[in-house]
């Protein structure tokens, strides 16, 4: 039997069904390979060191601590155009905190304190986490601030 025939036959349904799985099964593998790829390495400049007075700011917080439950801190850096950053990592999930001036950005601070907004960025790439864990970490850095330290230069 041709080709033709079987597309044309009672097996017909069948065989499309088939297709149509087997393209859903291998889009599906895709996205799970692109969610499981490492991110680009980070430039030079992402990578800057914090400054004493920020190390100060965050009651000394570096990396190896554990904040938010657990959270470990992977770097601490900045500040860098206006933000001070907490970089850390969680059973594979990556979250970082920045810390801007209260009402220096036009956006809504999902966390704030008397004197700074909380902004938090994941990474596209992974898999979602949920808002407990974000907030736990966003708290954490939170709690480390020493509201009567000066606040670095450059933020």
Partial sequence: MSLRGILRGPAAPAIVAVCVIAAMVESRSEQVERATE????????????ATAE??????????GDVVGGDWHVVAVRGPTEG?????MERRGSRLEVR?????TSDA????T???FDFFYVTPSWQAPIT???????????RDRIAEDVEIPPGM
């Fill in 38 to 49: 490492e991110p680009p390495p980070r430039a030079a400049e992402e990578e800057a060191a």
């Fill in 131 to 141: 808002r407990e864990s974000l907030q736990a970490g966003v708290r954490g850095v």
């Fill in 108 to 111: 809504n601070a999902p966390l």
């Fill in 83 to 87: 933000h001070v950053a907490v970089r």
């Fill in 54 to 63: 920020t190390l100060a700011l965050l009651s000394g917080l570096e990396p």
């Fill in 113 to 115: 304190s008397e004197r």
């Fill in 99 to 103: 810390i801007v001036r209260k009402g």
